[in-house]
Each structure stands twice: as structure tokens, then as C-alpha cells.
């Protein structure tokens, strides 16, 4: 069977510093993550934190990576550049990414999409219920046709993304916006999701439709991608006639 080799990467912050969080992911939200994918068969599954050197993400790293999974709030911006170009071009030769949540302010998410990423929120612990709406789509796979997060921030549209390659959910919530919550972009060689659900003070990443999503995400990431293109001037197949 082939491996898929997952690299969570959490920024694990919040869950050191902020009591209601260190409550529900007292490892991190990262190990949460991590924890569901390890029972995967197919997945070898490893995790890295903002605090390591070079955030976890060496250039050895993510050469062994062929997806990566990143949560990010807080700390965006201590972020190295220079991390940051390293995996926007891993990205591109055809490394998955999956960016949940608060990861659409994340430095390689905007540069990947090349807009604001923004979007209006409000943190009540609403109900939110996420809608598969590209049933065919294989990161649907297993999942009902609805189902709900009883608490989370809302996260509300117009979301400054460009227009998603496939959207696979959207989200409702109980104050009445909607969203675009699950969205594939390919890029380069690459394939990227962005996911919506995972605020940091409630047992999202815990849900087994959320796991399912994630665990989906990355077989679809790591999708085989076929025979290296090649650029540039080539010589003709073919014999070329007199000109
Ligand atoms: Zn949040």
C-alpha cells in the first residue's frame, strides 16, 4: 500500500497560553489532528510546531512531505518569509496542503491565493450546518448529505478568495450567513483545500465528520500527479518537412 507521509503543522500557542483552549486540546490542536490520521493505515502521520527552528519545516522536511495540514491565529506573522517562499514552492512541484480555519490568514494561503483571504466573523458559538454540495467530489466520500457543528465562530461571505476549482461544502449558520467552507485550488503541480471549522475553543477537530473530511482531504491531496511536465524548446517528434 502507498503511504501517504502527513505533516501537521499547528502553531500551538493558544493552547499554552489560553486557559479555555488548553482545556480542549491540551496537546495541541495539531496532535488532535495528528491523532485521527495515525489510525489510517495508509498514513504515516508527523507533527511540527512554530517553536522548532526553522518552524518545524526544513527543506529535508518537506521533501518527506507529501501533504501538509496547517492551523494557524495568532502568530501569522512570526512566520518566517523565508519558510514560508520554501513552502509555497514545495506547493507548487505538487506538495498537498490542507489550511483549516484561521489558516486563511496564514503568509503561504495568501500568497498561494494571491488575495486578502478576508471574510466577516463573529465568535458566539452558533450553530453551523455544513452542506455538501459536490456530492461526487472524493472529499465527500462517507459523508451524509448535511451535518452540524452545535458550537462555532461563524465565519460569513463575501470571502476575498478567487473562485474555488471545485467547492465541496458550504456552511449555514444559525445567524443566517452562509459560506464557502470547503475549497479546492490547484496550483502548479500542487492541490490545495481550504476547510472552515476548527475555532480554537471548541471540540471541532473531536467531530467524526470533521476527522472524516481531513482524512479524505489527504488522500486527495496526495493524489498522484502524473508524469513530470517538461518547459522550454524541445526538438519536433517527428521528422519536420523542408520549410
Ligand atoms: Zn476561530
Request: with cysteine.
Amino acid at each position: 500500500m502507498r503511504q501517504v507521509r502527513v505533516l501537521v503543522w499547528g502553531e500551538f500557542v493558544q493552547e499554552r497560553t489560553e486557559e479555555a483552549v488548553a482545556r480542549v486540546y491540551p496537546r495541541g490542536i495539531h496532535e488532535a489532528i495528528a491523532e485521527h490520521l495515525r489510525k489510517q493505515p495508509d498514513m504515516v502521520v508527523r507533527t511540527a510546531t512554530l517553536d522548532e527552528p526553522e518552524h518545524g519545516l526544513s527543506e529535508s522536511v518537506l521533501k518527506d512531505t507529501d501533504v501538509l495540514i496547517w492551523w494557524g491565529h495568532v502568530a501569522h506573522d512570526k512566520v518566517s518569509d523565508h519558510v514560508v517562499e520554501r513552502v509555497c514552492r514545495r506547493v507548487l512541484e505538487g506538495m498537498g496542503l490542507i489550511v483549516l480555519h484561521s489558516a486563511h490568514y496564514s503568509k503561504p494561503f495568501r500568497r498561494l491565493m494571491g488575495t486578502s483571504c478576508s471574510l466577516k466573523w463573529r465568535e458566539a458559538g452558533e450553530r453551523e450546518r455544513i452542506w455538501v454540495v459536490a456530492p461526487w467530489h472524493p472529499i465527500a466520500e462517507g459523508l451524509p448529505e448535511h451535518f452540524e457543528l452545535e458550537h462555532e465562530e461563524m465565519y460569513g461571505e463575501y470571502f476575498d478568495i478567487p473562485p474555488p476549482d471545485e467547492l465541496v461544502f458550504i456552511s449555514w449558520f444559525e445567524g443566517g450567513e452562509v459560506f464557502r467552507s470547503g475549497c479546492c485550488f490547484y496550483r502548479g503541480r500542487g492541490r490545495i483545500f481550504y476547510f472552515r471549522p476548527g475555532h480554537e475553543t471548541y471540540p471541532t477537530y473531536y467531530n467524526p465528520y470533521v476527522r472524516k473530511v481531513i482524512e479524505n482531504a489527504v488522500r486527495w491531496a496526495a493524489a498522484p500527479r502524473g508524469p513530470e511536465p517538461r518547459y522550454g524548446m524541445v526538438e519536433p517528434l517527428e521528422k519536420l518537412g523542408k520549410r
